[in-house]
Structure formats: C-alpha cells, structure tokens
C-alpha cells in the first residue's frame, strides 16, 4: 500500500457499532424504533428513551442485543440527566446519544396553529434535543456521537408545517454550534435528515391529500421512504469511519431537495 494511504489494518468496517453504548430517544415506534433494531442487530447495547413504557418493553424485548429502558419525557432537562446517569452506572459510559423523538401534532396553517402548538412542537423537537446533548456531552468522552434527527422541512418547508420546519431549522443550527463547541472533546455532532417516511407519525401527513400529493411529487424518487433506507445513516455517522465528519446534515429523501 503506497505510504501516503494511512488505513490501518484495524479500520473498522463502515457503520460497525459493535459494543457501542447507544442512547436512542423516540425508541418506542417509528423511525427510532427501527433505528434501535439496526444498532441492536449490529451488536450495539442500546438505551431506549419515550413516554410510553409499554411500546419501549415491547420493543426492547423484541431485540437481540443488550438494552436498558428509561420512561419520560425529553423536554425533562432532570430526566434527560438520569438517562445519562443510569447509562454510565450500568455501563460505564455513553458512545452515542442520538436525539430522535419528536412530534408533528397538525397540518394547518399559523392562524389554526394555537401558541400552546407551536410551543409544544419547539419544546419536544429543539429544546428536548438540547436537553439531551447538554446531558451527553457532560459523560461522553473523546470519541463521543451526537446525532439530531432532523428534516427535509428544514431546509425546505411545506404548508401548514411551519413550527415543525422550524423546529427542525433550529436543530441544524444547533447541531452546528455544538460542533463547534464539543469539538476539543473530541464528540462529533451531526444531523440525519429524512425526507418523507412511513410511520405512525407520518399519519396525519399522508391523511391529508393536498400534502400526500405534494411529497410523491417532489420526491425524486417518487416514493415513501422504507425503513432500510434510513439506518445506515445513523450508523454511519455512529461509527469511527464518521470521525472527521462534524457539524454537517446527511439528507436520506430520495432526492426530495432536488425536484
Ligand atoms: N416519519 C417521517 O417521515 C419523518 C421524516 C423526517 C423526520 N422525522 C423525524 O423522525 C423522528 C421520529 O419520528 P417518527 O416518524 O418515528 O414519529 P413517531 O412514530 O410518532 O415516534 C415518535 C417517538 O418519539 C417519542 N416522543 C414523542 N414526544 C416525546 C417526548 N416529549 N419525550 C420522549 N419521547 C417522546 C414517542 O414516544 P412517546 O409518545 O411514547 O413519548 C415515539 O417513540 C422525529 O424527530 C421526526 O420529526 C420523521
């Protein structure tokens, strides 16, 4: 091998989680949950994080891999805190916090939107995500992975999405700031942003006509997107191969941001 190529002959397989301490918030359905099985599958130990204890047991028993369960809500700075605790008591530390749960309560433009609404949506998706990095990076050593769940909308807001667009807006500029900030810690900091995936939450959005429409026509693809799509983002980012890579948005939209 010619010397300037430094690759070692340890170099890890790109998206090997094998032994990495996992914390998965919004574990309980959705998206969160197939992104706990991919890492659970590819040897991880993996802390699931929701409200709903049930849907986090059945889940969890559900994986092959080694997993501990916490209850309560992200937008708790103490719970968030006792995630973080919990994970390092059982097993010494935390590899990757990945921020993932998050809300889309309606599809209606900002004279139907309540303020509660807005709030409610900023709080669970923004200040939840903080709430959980803040709690990360106070146990997480060199090495250490943040990753946000975002969104296309984001980037590129669609009617009678705007708190939510907004919400996800403020994670990429959050997630940037915290790589600047948590870089000497040598904890990357980074977003996964699907585009329009089938879920529980994705409900309400394929419910409504209009917006059905408007996503298969503006998705290159011309396509939900399916589970398998989605998982080898998180894990790349996860993964050593992932170390130089910080403060930047990986889109999974099948070309949603191109059409
Ligand atoms: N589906 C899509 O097409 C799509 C596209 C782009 C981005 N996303 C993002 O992907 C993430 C997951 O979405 P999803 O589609 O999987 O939604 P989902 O099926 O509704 O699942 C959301 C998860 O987040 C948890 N959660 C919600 N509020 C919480 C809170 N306050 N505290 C703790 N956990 C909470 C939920 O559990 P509990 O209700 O039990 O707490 C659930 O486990 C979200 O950030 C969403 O914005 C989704």
Request: charged share 20%; net charge negative; hydrophobic share 45%.
């Amino acid at each position: 091998m010619p010397e300037r190529i430094e690759i070692p002959d340890s170099f890890p397989s790109v998206g090997g989680v094998s032994d990495k301490r996992v914390v998965i918030t919004g574990a309980g359905r959705g998206l969160g949950e197939l992104i706990t099985h991919a890492f659970s599958r590819g040897g991880a130990k993996v802390v699931l994080v929701a409200r709903t204890e049930r849907e986090l047991k059945s889940v969890a028993d559900s994986l092959p891999g080694p997993t501990m369960v916490f209850c309560g809500d992200v937008r708790d700075a103490d719970f968030n805190e006792a995630v973080a605790d919990g994970t390092v008591s059982e097993w010494g530390g935390v590899d990757v916090w990945i921020c993932n749960a998050g809300i889309s309560p309606i599809v209606a433009g900002p004279l139907d939107t309540a303020p509660q609404v807005w709030r409610d949506v900023i709080d669970v998706n923004l200040t939840g995500a903080f709430l959980g990095a803040r709690a990360a990076a106070r146990v997480m050593g060199k090495g250490g992975r943040l990753i946000f769940t975002g969104s296309v909308l984001g980037e590129r807001p669609c009617k009678g999405l705007a708190a939510y667009s907004a919400s996800k807006a403020g994670l990429v500029g959050m997630a940037k700031g915290l790589a600047l900030d948590l870089a000497s810690s040598g904890i990357t900091v980074n977003v996964v942003a699907p585009g329009w995936f089938d879920s529980p939450l994705a409900d309400a959005w394929k419910s409504n006509d209009q917006l059905s429409e408007f996503i298969l026509g503006h998705t290159a693809q011309k396509r939900w997107g399916r589970s398998v799509d989605l998982a080898g983002a998180f894990q790349f980012l996860a993964s050593e191969a992932a170390a130089f890579v910080t403060g930047t948005v990986l889109n999974v939209d099948g070309g949603y941001l191109l059409a």
